[in-house]
């Protein structure tokens, strides 16, 4: 076991090309996603929230439901619609980098919207009020209430990137764990597991699991500072 | 200028409330300037509700409110009785809507915030805050000012540039001040009118209280001094 611990550091340590690049595929797919889903989430999280308090009471329902969704089912899902006898099949996604951003979208969108969309509900009235009478424009007031629950952006971007950047049954379905173009860190160390490279599915998951406990790290030092 | 134009919101048959429930039932108003209207009665009568529909916040229960300035454009301001502060500085606060430099000058120095202009707005004081919000309502200009509980928490500095803001805006008929407040309004030498919430409205169709000499009923307005 610890031969092969020392094996996986020689393999981050000495520069392993395939390693490296897997790394590179894997952060700029998640990285892709998350820009997407908070692009996207912040601006539906603040338009439920000022929709009256029934209708953000349904979207945090669902967003709470969509976000606890197996990822399986979303990557059979996105496969079932993007395979060449599927409805979106004209548009040769399937086993690509941008199908595999497009089911991480899918995961992290709601988590996005379901941690924001919480913290404004948790504003006070008055706040959105004083905007109102102040005539701030809608798009000005949706900036400055983001920035009353900046911590809970932040929250909601880091989550979101943790569970597109950890996940493996979407991106396995629907990337297929091509070398050189859809292998990510979680799918290549399913294939190291079933190759028996045990060293190298450990330095893969010795990098996947710096980088998740980097970005929670990082996440917890700018809300902790709020 | 409001009364040459007529009165800058009207209200007949109005019923206020929240959630399709009226919690009081308002005589008709003709609301113009050059006084200080005085919104009085005891708790859960509906003088928040009141504020809030003429704001333009809350939709009335029955009735009308036909206004002669824009709805959420910042022309009719509502002032919480617990105000809301957003996080940043003082003057960031006071830059809601991007008055001039000069404009936030003058208004910090108004209500005493000159010095608290760099400060984090949520570590001020209760009343600090709700010299910061009266502040921000009046760097805005509006045509409609309504304020609610605005004398709760202020030392004698806040209160007497509060007041000195409310007498300017008699003296020059704008903003159109409307004020609810448990306690009567110690303003010297300023028409303070009341709208009390305390005795159910006579008959809706009662004329305007704006003006007395229109007005079947004795007038109520009380000259402070």
Redesign the interface.
């Known amino acids: 076991m610890l031969a092969e611990v020392g094996r996986a550091l020689a393999l981050i340590l000495g520069g392993d090309v395939e390693v490296w690049q897997i790394a590179g595929v894997s952060l700029t797919v998640s990285l892709t996603a998350v820009f997407g889903a908070v692009a996207a989430g912040l601006p539906m999280a603040y338009l439920l929230a000022s929709s009256g308090a029934r209708r953000a009471r349904v979207g945090l329902w669902i967003a709470h439901g969509l976000a606890a969704l197996p990822t399986v089912v979303i990557g059979l899902t996105l496969y079932l619609l993007l395979s060449a006898t599927g409805p979106l099949g004209w548009a040769r996604l399937l086993y690509t980098r941008t199908a595999m951003a497009a089911a991480q979208f899918v995961l992290a969108l709601p988590l996005v919207v379901a941690v924001v969309l919480g913290a404004l509900r948790r504003l006070?009235p008055?706040?959105h009020?004083?905007?109102?009478?102040?005539?701030?424009t809608r798009a000005r007031q949706m900036g400055?209430l983001l920035?009353?629950v900046?911590s809970a952006v932040v929250s909601g971007t880091f989550l979101a990137f943790s569970r597109a950047f950890t996940e493996l049954g979407a991106a396995l379905i629907v990337g297929g764990n091509i070398r050189g173009a859809t292998r990510t860190l979680t799918t290549y160390i399913a294939l190291e597991y079933d190759r028996g490279d045990d060293a190298r599915a450990i330095a893969l998951g010795l990098i996947l699991l710096a980088v998740a406990l980097l970005t929670n790290s990082v996440m917890h030092v700018i809300v902790g500072e709020r | 200028m409001t009364n040459q134009l007529g009165p800058i919101v009207r209200t007949r048959h109005l019923k206020v409330g929240y959630a399709g429930k009226a919690v009081a039932t308002i005589a008709d108003l003709d609301l113009v300037g050059g006084v200080v209207w005085h919104v009085t009665g005891p708790n859960g009568s509906g003088k928040t509700a009141l504020l809030?529909t003429l704001?333009?916040?809350l939709r009335p229960v029955a009735g009308t409110v036909d206004r002669r300035c824009?709805i959420?454009?910042?022309?009719?301001?509502?002032v919480?009785s617990?105000?809301?502060v957003?996080?940043?500085s003082v003057r960031r606060n006071l830059t809601?809507?991007h008055p001039s430099a000069d404009e936030v000058l003058a208004v910090a120095a108004a209500f005493g915030l000159s010095t608290l202009l760099g400060r984090e707005a949520t570590t001020l004081s209760y009343g600090e805050q709700r010299r910061l919000?009266l502040a921000?309502?009046v760097v805005?200009h509006p045509a409609l000012l309504l304020v609610d509980e605005p004398e709760g928490g202020l030392d004698d500095e806040a209160m007497s540039a509060w007041r000195a803001c409310a007498v300017r805006a008699v003296d020059a008929r704008q903003p159109v001040l409307v004020v609810a407040a448990h306690r009567p309004l110690a303003f010297a030498a300023v028409l303070v009118r009341p709208i009390d919430l305390s005795q159910p409205a006579r008959d809706s169709t009662a004329k305007s209280t704006t003006d007395a000499d229109r007005t079947s009923r004795p007038p109520r307005a009380v000259l402070r001094h």
């Open positions: 006070p008055s706040a009020e004083v905007l109102v009478t102040h005539g701030v400055w920035w009353e900046k | 809030k704001a333009g916040l824009g959420g454009t910042g022309e009719a301001i509502y919480h617990v105000p809301y957003f996080a940043g809601l809507t919000a921000r309502a805005r």
